[in-house]
């Protein structure tokens, strides 16, 4: 079972350019009728940044094509050195985790020019690794986690090592967890 769900978010500049901001918050940019070049408004003529060879350059090699914007996209080796970009105004904008960033803006960056974005682009459930082969350990971990959600135990353990529990981590942990019928029978 998942024991954490990532996301996908951004990091750009204070004082960004609003048709930016607002394409970045899934806000409307533009009012009156919408076509593709609409959403360029905001989007194209950018330079956004990554770390590279990670399923978050492949999404925004996607989205960009879907949307045809003319961007550049610029992979780097780290976290702090797409933050680096966007703060020396290399970048508009920085994609990765969302919990990465959060900690890396509160440690390196507290009181910088830095914003991190509310909207979270994509999730990806993450779960521990067990062998394949030990189907009584897996029972017994996912017995134990859906546990922990049923009983909300995992928010206390959300809020002393992850920063607390949004109200998207509280419905998730509703389908991770296994019925309770189900986990006794299984």
Known sequence: LPVYTA????VVRQGAPETLLNVLNGKVAHTGPTWRATVNQGLANQTYATTAGGITQTWIRQQMHLLGVVATLVTVDSIDDGLKRVAEGKADAFFAERMMLENRLSTAYPAGNLRLLERIFEYSPAAMAVDRDDDDFRLLVD???????RSGEIEK???NYLGGVSDTDRKLFKVYAIPYNQARRT
């Open 7 to 10: 996301g996908l978010s951004v």
């Open 143 to 149: 017995t134990a986690l859906s546990e922990m959600y």
């Open 157 to 159: 353990a959300y809020d």
